[in-house]
């Protein structure tokens, strides 16, 4: 069973070797003094609400924190698996289901089924609810999430959970993607909708910075959208994946006869209940999340930055099988605040000086492409070689282009403001203020706004380069 005095002598000396005082440590996860006290001593236990958060606080996995020295595992269901913690409810309205847990662990069910009889329904509660069950078993911490009418089994060995119909599993609650309600970049939306799902409670600017997006810029001479992609020519999946203490597991533009495998892999994940990141699942090449699947994995169910607003209640079907996809795999040991914030500011350094990556030029030299672009007349006049449609598809690419720098350059202040770095965020602070005043004002402008726009990208990258210089300078002195 769990031995509450090392793991309260792990929470301390992790504490303080981050250097962090009970009274910071107490407010960051949102409890008392008192409370982070106890667990030290050894007197109670963390809940497992806060597990996500105290083990993203103190730099290991949640099964490392609960494990104790020796590598013991607590007892379960035929000494197997343990349920740390459970809830049932909808997203608005929860309950602690703990005691009920443990009073049906006493049957030794194959079957929990998930319905009002089993789990009482709140009175007041019109909206569809779910069973959500934090376990431990020999590989490490999962979560499970059961829609109410269906049920999950127990796997023969009594080690695992998993829904009890394999041919349909949706997860509930996962919220909308829009642009230009501060989650511009795609990919960062779609991995703060499935980290939150899986009870990672990071923010858009926090994946932001992590990966080193927040610092992107790219440009094509073709004048296409793709640009805007966070991961079109630099890798920022790799060093994100590796902050936040997951194996990077990627499948890129698979062959058909690899398509049966990968779907087994889409459905397992998500009967742990981890949503799939996918690009290309609605309408256009954006990255989106796969949150369900149905008729034995044949159709997936998904939210996208195209969902209509009709859509918003219920994940629409998949329209396309995506060409990169993005799995969260198995825990590792996630790196401390400190070496995740040297690691964002080196990828704030190659970010800007990274070469032309497949046509797609970066950080200095997207900004000198843009901006040449943008004074070159021969793209903006009409003519027999340069078609109407074509002007105004660059006009929507920079348009796009622009949300998304701003987008980029906001995370960016947020980001470095998070973590003390004053002078870096007010430096990205300012070259947001005044690109985005620029933005929202642009379709107002009559003359040549693409020159007024062209002069202030090309103070913009002189602001660049003095937070370039700033932050090599500070990584040299370290």
């Known amino acids: 069973m769990l031995d509450n005095i090392k793991i309260g002598s792990q929470i301390a000396r992790l504490r303080r070797e981050k250097g962090l005082t009970g009274e910071k440590f107490a407010e960051a996860l949102g409890v008392s003094p008192q409370a982070v006290s106890k667990w030290e001593n050894g007197k109670c236990l963390p809940e497992s609400a806060l597990l996500p958060e105290l083990s993203r606080l103190l730099g290991i996995s949640a099964d490392q924190l609960l494990d104790p020295p020796e590598g013991c595992r607590p007892a379960g269901p ?84 998993f829904p009890a119909d394999r041919d349909r599993c ?50 094509c001479d073709v004048w296409d959208w793709s640009a805007t992609d966070a991961l079109v020519a630099f890798d920022y999946c790799a060093p994100f994946m590796k902050a936040i203490g997951y194996e990077n597991d990627f499948a890129c533009r698979l062959e058909k006869d690899e398509r049966p495998a ?19 699942l609605r309408v256009a090449p954006e990255w989106g999340v796969i949150t369900g699947y149905a008729d034995g994995g044949r159709v997936f169910y998904c939210r996208t930055y195209f969902d209509k607003p009709e859509e918003r ?25 400190e070496e995740n914030l040297r690691a964002s500011l080196r990828l704030l350094a190659e970010s800007f000086e990274a070469p032309c990556n497949r046509g797609y030029y970066q950080g200095r ?62 430096g990205y602070q300012g070259i947001y203020d005044r690109l985005e005043e620029f933005r929202l004002r642009a379709a107002f402008l009559g003359g040549e706004p693409r020159l007024e726009e062209a002069a202030l990208l090309e103070w913009a990258l002189g602001a ?15």
């Not at 087994?264 to 742990?272: G, T």
């Not at 449609?389 to 929507?396: F, G, V, Y």
């Open 262 to 280: 990968e779907r087994l892999r889409i459905m397992e994940d998500l009967r742990q209940g981890k949503p799939v990141l996918g690009i290309n």
């Open 78 to 161: 035929d000494d197997g698996l343990r349920i740390l913690a459970a809830w049932f409810g909808s997203k608005q309205n929860q309950r602690d289901v703990m005691h009920k847990m443990r009073h049906y662990d006493y049957f030794r069910w194959d079957e929990i089924r998930v319905n009002h009889e089993t789990f009482p329904s709140d009175p007041r509660s019109d909206a569809p609810e779910a069973l959500t069950l934090v376990y431990l078993n020999e590989t490490g911490v999962h979560t499970v999430t059961c829609p109410e009418g269906q049920a999950l089994r127990y796997s023969d060995d009594k080690t695992d959970l």
């Open 313 to 337: 209640g219920d994940c629409p079907e998949a329209e396309n099988w995506p060409f990169l996809i993005q799995h969260f795999g198995a825990r590792l040991e996630k790196p401390g605040p």
């Open 464 to 478: 660049e380069r003095e937070i370039y210089e700033k932050t090599k300078a500070l990584l040299a002195a370290d």
């Open 170 to 219: 949706v997860l509930p609650g996962i919220p909308p993607l829009q642009w230009d309600r501060g989650e511009d970049c795609c990919w960062a939306g779609a991995n703060v909708r499935t980290l939150n799902a899986m009870g990672e409670p990071y923010t858009y600017e926090q994946v932001m910075g992590l990966s080193g997006a927040c610092y992107r810029l790219n440009f």
């Open 365 to 426: 030299e997207a900004y000198e492409r843009w901006i040449a672009g943008l004074r070159d007349e021969k793209l903006w006049k009409k003519s027999p070689r340069n078609k109407e449609e074509d002007i105004d598809r660059r006009l929507s690419v920079n348009d796009s282009m622009l949300l998304n720098l701003c987008d980029a350059r906001r995370s960016a202040a947020a980001w470095l403001r998070e973590n003390e770095l004053a002078e870096l965020a007010a």
